[in-house]
């Protein structure tokens, strides 16, 4: 199907009633005289959807399971009394049901007669096409409603004012049926329970915790809004465009979970507008759920600051003019071209975005690579998962996650560390939930105690809150618990691992023990062995891992460390286990395997490798630099040095997402020409000479890959608003250097890479449009696709057992500075705040705050809501406090979304050894309360809220 | 503390210590290995330069690496 016909009609997804049903044998049952095969199990109704029978329904929808409250499904099924509920009746081998028999024609008419009775003849939803009240009265034939109807909302039984204290959407008890659908998506589906019914009988209403939306638990996932059959929950923007006409399948921009979406659409070409985004049921990565940025918030795309011109100044003093995009290529063209007369080729390079597709990544490559001569190319997983790739690399082979997401519901023991789901990847976070509540254990390693610790029917065995900058230490306390107790897979070590022996002496030693590690763990050592065993003795036990495993001066070596301890278990290569990353960016996985690193060619090949050149040279038709080139931070150095002087930087904030900001400031300032290609003139364009407006995910035309190496369809909901696709600015750039690029469309980039790249040989725009989304390996040997990674056989043959000697971190704390600072994200803002900061989400998080152990404060003077000075040896910053017990005593913790706070100008130059992921994780600081100084300038600097435009 | 620390020589260092655990021939070729497979030949020579002029910043692993960089990249080895 191409992009234009998936465009062309508003086709909402068949709800099928109830979940499908996997894995069971087939029965064969007769409804409304059709045969019909289904898995043992299915429900009447289900099976009667699938046969394209309609039976109405009100309390039942296929993302949960069937409730049975509101008896609008009845059927009659030959040789059972009664009408069941055809959501709760599970279909039998040889069962003949009849649907449409005149008594159960009866029992709906009945039914729905009692439900109009309290609802308002003046729904708005009803008259909208946004509740299905209306027309499910017409379908089952209740045109006269004998108890009486109210004619207006405030007729109702027990009107209450509605609830518009969410940004996004209104709870209006008015047009509530009470099927509680919204309570069991809430619990079921998202898994956060903020929503109950209150109350019995007919006074029985939706309640959010006895508060408004706002106030209460919920986290605004949507999930009630999307399962609400009335127009009780209801998005503002219904109200606000209308229904959609038309719908798009894309994929979402924000996390790296990759949720699939129908963007659904009004209007066509550039005056098309969104006016909502459904999660699709067929999603492999999210099966028909979002989070609160996924589903809502997309107003960025149309946000007043949105740059829509290119523009250039000759001084980052002076003022932006605006030109033609001829005139700013030209200018970048000219601008980089004469800085390599004089300064040599290598005076140049490029930063790719995680926020761009993989074709307009690959194309940043190709342009530094061939039209720069050069390999300085880096991506701004440099700040992220390098360590990830580099640590995967050399003891799997490649760099990449092990399973897919639907492996965690095979997983009994979950070892969590460095990673806070329920905010960063709020989607598999919920997944992760469902199979927590059905059973599995959960070890969560953190100094933080993140929700998963404790929440709603979710309770981790162990919270082990590890010191900052001792995860090596840890991760080798756990291997030798399970070497030394004779906790090993033995089959799996001798038949599939190297390197045992002197793996195995290492971490036998005494000093990786449990009690010798625990001063610098801070762990005490019987919670570790138990964590240990727990782990080791688990049928499936599966490791997931974020930011606070990689961005330390050891980050490679820990995910090394977390490789050791899957093979060492033999939790490797079947569903439930693996080693799985999750990674921060819709499309850092992506960007890494395009070749965004300056050593590495598309698929993780060395530059240095002369038959992999060699492939690239020959389509190219250009010599290409064997050595390396400089990464991120070595350009900031270069920089100040005066060797590197120009730079292009792709949809990223370099300024204020990447550390110690007056360094990364200097060495910007030091540049003769830095461009900028964003959506907004972010921190980075302070510094910029040139701006080249770029597009955002909803009008680009490509493809994402997601933390479960899934390559998903981006398409396009309107035409570029700024009058080129990115990846043409670049082709254009190139050209205009000296080095012919062009394509005709990205569909053609992406077969380059196919041709180009073993890894990914057999994935095309055609494939992924009709088979839908698929998980690299794609090729001859899997070509479907790869959900499970090292089945059998590692990428590199052998798993690689590789010691993992603990060298503690340079940054210790002082009396000067005696605490430790740890930084991390929240889950209504995303990265930088570049996106969420222009949409509603300001609401819950309008600027960032420090989390500060209660005896740190007292100690200090300070009390939640203070402004506090958080200074480091590098600077200082200004921003309020919170006191939590969520930190242990000694450790602190803010995120940075804002610019005004700038969590950066505290963070240093130290960085992982082997990829130079800085050491976001461990800061030594001081915190005081501000002076009225202090207090004045955050005050004047602190933007106010702005709101969905 | 870094601040003043020439880049190469606190990454450098940083790399060193890493290896700190094996014989020293064998750091020291291992560190090599790591620098040349990773590091612009900018920052290469700018190690090499550091390491010519005995800063004294530079763990004695990675002054030894460097005169392997050194020696790889004149073909002297």
């Known amino acids: ?949 | 503390m870094n601040e003043h620390v020439p880049a190469e020589a606190r990454m450098g260092n940083d790399i060193a210590r890493q290896f700190a655990h094996l014989p020293p021939a064998q750091a020291a070729e291992a560190i090599a290995g790591h620098i040349e497979r990773f590091w612009d030949p900018r920052m290469r020579r700018n190690l090499e330069a550091l390491a010519a002029a005995h800063d004294d910043s530079l763990d004695p692993l990675l002054v030894d690496a460097a005169g392997r960089l050194a020696a790889h990249a004149s073909g002297t080895s």
């Open chain 1, 1 to 949: 199907m191409s992009t234009v016909d998936q465009q062309s009609i508003w086709d909402p997804e068949v709800d099928f009633g109830t979940p499908a049903v996997r894995g069971a044998e087939s029965v064969t049952v007769t409804i409304d005289g059709r045969a019909v095969d289904v898995p043992a199990g299915t429900s009447v109704l289900r099976a009667a959807t699938e046969a394209g029978v309609a039976i109405p329904k009100l309390c039942a929808t296929d993302s949960l399971k069937a409730f049975g409250s509101c008896r609008m499904c009845v059927v009659e099924v030959d040789g059972a009394n009664g009408a069941p509920a055809s959501c709760t009746t599970p279909c039998a081998d040889g069962m003949v049901v009849s649907t449409q028999t005149e008594r159960v024609r009866d029992l709906r008419r009945n039914v729905m007669e009692l439900y109009l009775s309290d609802h308002p003849e003046d729904c708005d939803g009803c008259a909208r096409g946004n509740c299905e009240i209306q027309s499910l009265a017409a379908t089952v034939g209740s045109a006269e409603v004998r108890y009486g109807r109210p004619e207006s909302r405030q007729q109702v039984a027990h009107p209450h004012p509605i609830d518009e204290s969410n940004p996004y959407f209104a709870f209006d008890a008015a047009s509530c049926i009470v099927c509680s659908r919204c309570v069991r998506a809430c619990a079921d589906t998202q898994g956060t329970f903020a929503l109950t019914v209150e109350g019995r009988g007919f006074d029985s209403r939706i309640s959010a915790g006895g508060t408004d939306f706002l106030s209460s638990e919920c986290v605004s996932c949507g999930a009630c809004v999307q399962a609400c059959p009335t127009s009780a929950l209801q998005e503002h923007s219904i109200v606000e465009l209308g229904m959609p006409t038309r719908s798009v399948e894309t994929t979402c921009a924000y996390c790296g979970v990759g949720c699939s979406f129908r963007a659904e659409v009004r209007g066509e070409g550039s005056d098309a507008q969104v006016v909502r985004m459904m999660p699709s049921k067929n999603g492999g990565a999210n099966e028909g759920h979002s989070c609160v940025k996924g589903r809502f918030a997309y107003g960025y795309t149309s946000h007043r600051d949105r740059q829509l011109s290119p523009m250039v100044r000759d001084s980052i003093d002076d003022e932006w003019r605006r030109v033609s995009w001829d005139q700013a290529i030209s200018r970048v063209a000219e601008g980089f071209t004469a800085i390599q007369s004089e300064h040599g080729r290598g005076a140049i390079g490029g930063i790719s975005s995680s926020r761009c597709t993989n074709e307009e990544v690959y194309v940043v490559q190709k342009m530094v690579r061939a039209a720069f001569d050069n390999n300085n190319v880096d991506t701004c997983a440099r700040v992220c998962h390098s360590p990830t790739g580099y640590g995967l690399s050399q003891t799997f082979g490649t760099s990449a996650g092990t399973q897919d997401f639907a492996s965690v519901e095979e997983a009994d023991v979950i070892l969590l560390i460095g990673a806070n789901p329920t905010d960063a990847h709020p989607v598999f976070a919920s997944r992760m939930k469902r199979r927590l509540r059905a059973g599995a254990r959960l070890i969560v390693a953190d100094p933080r105690r993140i929700d998963l610790v404790r929440s709603p029917h979710v309770e981790a065995a162990h919270h082990l809150p590890l010191l900052p900058g001792s995860n090596v230490a840890f991760i080798n306390a756990m291997a030798h618990t399970i070497v030394t107790e004779g906790l090993t897979d033995e089959e799996f070590l001798r038949e599939r691992c190297e390197n045992l022996d002197e793996y195995l002496a290492f971490v036998r030693d005494p000093g990786n023990s449990p009690e010798a590690t625990a001063e610098a763990t801070g762990i005490a050592p019987e919670s570790l062995r138990a964590a240990a065993r727990l782990y080791a003795e688990a049928p499936n036990g599966a490791i997931y891992y974020g930011l606070g495993v990689t961005e330390h001066s050891q980050g490679s070596t820990m995910v090394m460390g977390l490789a050791n301890l899957a093979m060492l278990t033999g939790n490797i290569g079947r569903p439930g286990v693996g080693v799985n990353p999750l990674r921060g960016q819709n499309n850092v996985q992506g960007s890494c395997d395009m070749g965004s690193f300056p050593h590495e060619f598309p698929g993780y090949r060395h530059v240095g490798r002369d038959e992999v050149r060699g492939i690239y040279e020959e389509l190219w038709g250009k010599k290409l630099d064997p050595e390396p080139g400089l990464r991120i931070p070595n350009m900031f150095d270069s920089a100040l040095a005066g060797t590197f002087r120009g730079l292009y930087v792709q949809g990223e904030d370099i300024a204020q997402s990447d550390p110690n900001t007056q360094h990364v400031e200097a060495a910007l300032r030091a540049m003769d020409l830095v461009v900028v290609q964003d959506l907004f003139l972010n921190e980075t364009a302070r510094f910029a000479h040139v701006f080249l407006p770029g597009t955002s995910f909803l009008e680009k035309d490509g493809t994402f890959i997601n933390a479960e190496r899934r390559f998903g369809r981006v398409r396009p909901v309107f035409p570029s608003r700024v009058g080129k696709d990115e990846w043409q600015v670049v082709c254009e750039i190139a050209t205009a250097m000296g080095f012919p690029m062009s394509y005709d469309s990205p569909a053609q980039i992406l077969d380059e890479i196919a041709a180009t790249t073993p890894t990914f040989a057999g994935v095309s725009f055609d494939r992924l449009d009709t088979e839908g989304s698929m998980q690299w390996p794609i090729n001859d040997a899997a070509p479907h696709g790869t959900p499970t990674m090292h089945v059998g056989e590692f990428v590199r043959g052998k798993g690689h057992l590789a010691p993992t000697w603990y060298v503690p971190t340079t940054e210790r704390t002082s009396r000067k500075f005696p605490l430790l600072l740890t930084t991390g994200r929240i889950l209504t803002q995303y990265n930088v705040g570049a996106q969420t900061r222009r949409t509603s989400n300001n609401v819950w998080h309008p600027e960032d705050v420090l989390e500060i152990h209660p005896a740190d404060a007292e100690l200090r003077g300070i009390s939640t809501g203070d402004l506090v000075d958080l200074s480091s040896r590098v600077g200082s910053t200004t921003l309020r406090a919170l006191v939590s017990e969520r930190m242990p005593a000694g450790v602190v913790y803010t995120t940075f979304h804002h610019p005004v706070t700038g969590a950066n100008v505290v963070t240093t130059e130290n960085s992982d050894w082997a990829t130079n992921c800085p050491e976001y994780k461990v800061t030594a600081v001081q915190v005081g309360v501000a002076n009225a100084r202090g207090d004045a300038a955050v005050a004047q600097a602190r933007e106010p809220a702005e709101t969905h435009a």
